[in-house]
């Protein structure tokens, strides 16, 4: 089934990050040369609320880093919206977490690694120690905290150990990611780093009730491995490639996600209603896209062909073949 306007909005306040992952999309990518101002901002904001859309998040780079953004926050509270913020934590400190808490209904911090030397080699990061003081700051206000991790064929090796650390820690989801192909890293996962993820999320979720157990929740093609055991630790494609969402760059532009370059429309200027069904959304949200060789999986529908981005990326064009996909491996798990 169809979305007739998308979930939540995802704005971009700015490219600038203070950590230096080789796996963030952003990697390698040229800085925007401008950004929207706060006046602007606020005009977005308004425009999302005024249209119904019920969430928003924002997203960076690191958003801590721009200048006035407490009071955009309390801007889209004002607004009734449910306030999302994607953050590497390491901003937050006494002189701002609480009016964070204040502001925000929903944070989802960075783990990309568990330990301080590892986040030194993963993200070019001294602030491990930091990010922990700062995730129990904001729990003790009372905040929801997810956790998120891109798995990168690092983490995946001690993923025990992060499940050990999220555990201990005070958040209510671990949000496990698929890493998306960069300038840096055309190629940052092998069908046997898929394989060997999967294997460990189904023995951390084992005997865990469904609203407890954790997964990798972008688009993943199930026939990246056994596509039985991907589908217990995979979400599928809903939230990507604009299945549920847009998201405003910091220059304003409206796009079907963070990583797809295809301007919609001006979020100052045209309604999201009418970016979220321009031919080229309906074209994507219809699985017009999906390659010859996936129409007529069973999984189809939740799989969604993996991610279309990965496919032009790499197989450059949005019809090719998601680059971790291997429908003819597993033939008869998905078409049988």
């Known amino acids: 089934m169809q979305l007739d306007k998308p979930l939540e909005v995802k704005i971009e306040l700015t490219q600038n990050c203070n950590l230096g992952c080789s796996f963030c999309f952003n990697a390698g990518r040229p800085k925007a040369s401008s950004e929207l101002g706060k006046m602007h901002l606020k005009k977005v904001l308004q425009r999302i609320a005024d249209e119904g859309i019920e969430s928003v998040r ?4 690191e958003p801590l880093l721009r200048e006035g953004i407490i009071p955009l926050l309390s801007f889209a509270k004002g607004l009734g919206l449910h306030v999302k913020l994607n953050t590497n934590a390491t901003l937050i400190d006494k002189s701002n977490a609480s009016s964070l808490a204040e502001n925000v209904d929903d944070f989802l911090v960075s783990m990309h690694a568990f330990d301080a030397e590892s986040e030194r080699k993963l993200c070019a990061s001294p602030y491990f120690e930091k990010k922990l003081e700062a995730v129990e700051l904001l729990a003790s206000q009372g905040c929801f905290l997810r956790a998120a991790t891109i798995l ?31 300038i840096v890293e055309c ?5 046997s780093d898929v394989a060997t993820a999967v294997e460990k999320l189904l023995r951390f979720n084992e005997g865990k009730p469904d609203g407890e157990k954790f997964f990798i929740e972008n688009a ?12 217990q630790v995979a979400l599928g494609g809903i939230y990507e490639d604009g299945h549920s969402s847009l998201a405003v760059d910091s220059k304003g ?6 990583f797809i370059d295809v301007a919609l429309g001006n979020a100052l200027k045209d309604s ?6 321009s031919p080229f959304m309906q074209r994507l949200r219809s699985l017009d896209f999906v390659p010859g060789e996936c129409r007529g999986c069973r999984h189809l529908m939740k799989c969604k062909a ?3 981005f990965s496919a032009l990326f790499v197989n450059n064009s949005f019809s090719a073949l998601d680059p971790l996909a291997m429908p003819g491996k597993y033939a008869l798990a998905l078409f049988h």
């Open 58 to 61: 924002f997203t960076g780079g």
């Open 187 to 191: 190629s940052p996962l092998g069908s």
């Open 253 to 258: 532009i409206v796009k079907p996600s963070y």
């Open 272 to 277: 999201f209603f009418e970016c979220w069904n």
């Open 220 to 231: 993943l093609p199930f026939c990246s491995y056994n596509p039985e055991k991907v589908e």
């Open 152 to 182: 990168a064929r690092q983490n995946i090796a001690q993923l025990e150990k992060g499940h050990a650390l999220i555990s201990s820690m005070p958040f209510s989801q671990w949000v496990l990611l698929r890493p998306i192909p960069n």
């Open 306 to 308: 993996g991610s279309r």
